[in-house]
């Protein structure tokens, strides 16, 4: 686990401890941020780990998504950039990749989102705070907060875990400033706010019945596939064994609205042979039913730098090229990019300066 080599003292105020973000927004942190900034991906990837057993079922998945969605690395490198909108050309970056523009919603997708409020309210305080914390184990830090928003609510402690962990990763990438002034508002649908985190799972878990002879439809059998679970007119039917994407395209809605990179159906694409990195998405549930990663989509989503596993069914897909056997909860990111390469390359050099 990794600790932190801040020496805090108590009190002292926020604008002693000064550091440059790069971007010339950030001249100064809190002790708190300070703290914060020392993480990078991979540490980030072993708390969540760690926090997995304290995190309720309903959102042990979908923190992790939330994680590769918001990858701290490109953040930094996007700050550093001598020319930002070269780099922005250079990594091919579209939608909304920033995190500073999505402070109240990137977690929509979270149970927890529902106690944002009074998570970020939590984490305000805390951040403020110029006494040292009892604990500089960030794991332990995270369960603290989301200990004392959960009492605040009355609400069991799991269900806040995930998104208290997506709070401190928002703060170390937007500033307290702009986490601060953030609205708090809630996005949820009134019929999703009603559910309980087990009917979120069951609904997760189901699969859709084929009527009494749907033994005789091999493979014409169809699934749902939902692509928000907080809208429920998000979802589309796929006929088993389709590509996600090849089923998305069927859906004839204008989704360009929503998101200006949907040509076809609600999933963004540009290829179908895992050149483009588009149409990448997170699997909250049914991860169990869709093919398994070959080589080819295994390579590129290292490439693109979405996710970096072995694992034969992982939570983040290119829809171009799973196929799914049974109904999924899906979540489509809001960009896409390639900069797994270039930011291993920093990492590499970075290594080898000092």
């Known amino acids: ?14 604008s002693e401890t000064a550091a440059s973000s790069g971007d010339g927004e950030r001249m100064t942190d809190t002790l708190f941020e300070a703290y914060l900034r020392q993480y990078d991906d991979p540490a980030w990837a072993g708390f969540v780990a760690a926090l997995r057993p304290s995190t309720h079922e309903v959102d042990r998945n979908a923190t992790r998504i939330w994680f590769a969605f918001h990858p701290v690395s490109l953040q930094q490198a996007l700050a550093d950039a001598v020319d930002g909108e070269k780099l922005v050309r250079k990594l091919q970056l579209q939608g909304v990749w920033q995190l500073k523009d999505r402070i109240d919603s990137s977690h929509h997708f979270l149970y927890g989102h529902r106690y944002w409020p009074a998570v970020k309210q ?105 692509f928000d679970e907080q809208d429920p007119h998000a979802t589309f039917r796929l006929i088993n064994s389709q590509h ?5 395209a069927a859906d004839t809605r204008d989704h360009r609205a929503r998101d200006p ?45 979405y996710i970096d596993t072995d694992e034969p069914k992982p939570i983040i897909r290119l829809a171009c090229m799973a196929q799914a056997y ?6 489509i990111p809001s960009w896409n990019g390639i900069f797994g390469k270039y930011v291993r390359n920093q990492r590499t050099q970075a290594v080898e300066t000092k």
Not at 206 to 226: E, H
Not at 244 to 248: D, F, H, Q, Y
Not at 326 to 331: D, K, L, Y
């Open 244 to 248: 996600l994407t090849t089923a998305a």
């Open 326 to 331: 049974g109904a999924v909860s899906i979540v």
């Open 122 to 226: 939590a984490v305000v305080e805390r951040a403020e705070s110029t006494c040292p914390p009892r604990t500089l184990n960030a794991v332990d830090q995270v369960l603290e907060l989301a200990g004392e928003a959960a009492a605040r609510l009355s609400v069991d402690r799991s269900l806040l875990v995930g998104i208290v962990a997506a709070a401190l990763m928002t703060l170390q990438q937007v500033g307290l400033t702009a986490f601060r002034t953030a609205s708090g508002a809630v996005h949820l649908d009134p019929s999703a706010a009603r559910r309980t985190p087990d009917k979120v799972l069951r609904a997760r878990a189901r699969n859709d019945a084929q009527g009494a002879f749907g033994f005789l439809k091999g493979d014409r059998k169809s699934w749902t596939v939902t």
């Open 261 to 305: 990179r949907c040509t076809e159906g609600p999933i963004p694409v540009e290829c179908r042979t895992a050149s483009c990195g588009t149409c990448w998405v997170g699997v909250l549930g049914g991860a169990e039913k869709l093919s398994a990663v070959d080589e080819l989509e295994r390579r590129r989503i290292r490439e693109f730098g």
């Open 1 to 14: 686990m990794v600790q932190s080599r801040i020496a805090l003292a108590c009190p002292l105020p926020a």
